[in-house]
């Protein structure tokens, strides 16, 4: 739960920020390429998160690394990130101003778990539903996790719609216990 809070608190500032100065295309790009190097390797995340590091020593890392690779203006936020012992937040952070920017261009990323792949039809009426619930265009991202058994869990934002069949049997599961056998 915290981690959402500081999520939406630095990536709107971020968001912002990049808008009043006409670095949302630049911020959008860069900060993607950055969320790959971090989901890649966490190495660097876990350095700049460890309390026995000193700042100084993460901020010239920072620099090193990003001076030449990203805009000042993202180096400089990292920074702040590790001052105010923020920065494990990072990837959180970098997905709530990914999904902002998105929104404003009127995309909507929709997850959607399944036992077994979905057939283009399936994905084909699932994207035209959440488009017709949302008012965006969705981009689908599908992941295969047999241990929901069947059915369907969908992640839009914030929002979880679970109907897989392993969540359809605890909520069976749950009735049976409340019942009184006499």
């Known amino acids: 739960m915290l981690s959402q809070v500081v999520a939406q608190k630095y990536a709107r500032a971020l968001f ?7 670095l949302m295309d630049v911020a959008y790009e ?3 390429a950055l969320k790959q190097f971090i989901t890649e390797d966490a190495t660097m995340l876990n350095f700049l998160s460890a309390p026995q590091i000193l700042e100084e020593d993460k901020q010239a890392l ?5 001076d030449n690779r990203l805009n000042r203006l993202f180096v400089e936020f990292m920074i702040v990130l590790v001052n105010k012992h923020r920065i494990k937040f990072l990837p959180e952070i970098v997905d709530e101003f990914i999904r902002m920017v998105e929104a404003k261009q009127g995309l909507g990323r ?13 994905s084909q009426k ?7 619930k949302t008012g ?3 981009i689908l ?12 869990i969908v992640v839009l934002h914030d929002e979880v719609i679970d109907g897989s069949i392993r969540h359809q049997l605890e909520l ?11």
Do not use: W
Request: proline residues 2%.
């Open 16 to 22: 912002l920020t990049t808008d009043e100065k006409k």
């Open 30 to 32: 860069q900060l993607n």
């Open 62 to 66: 920072i620099r090193k690394i990003f």
């Open 110 to 122: 929709v997850t959607v778990i399944t036992a077994i792949a979905l057939s283009d039809d399936e």
């Open 126 to 132: 699932l994207i035209e539903k959440m488009a017709k």
């Open 136 to 138: 965006l265009n969705i």
């Open 141 to 152: 991202e599908k992941k295969i996790d047999p241990s929901i058994i069947g059915g369907m």
């Open 172 to 182: 069976v599961d749950e009735q049976l216990e409340k019942v009184r056998v006499h």
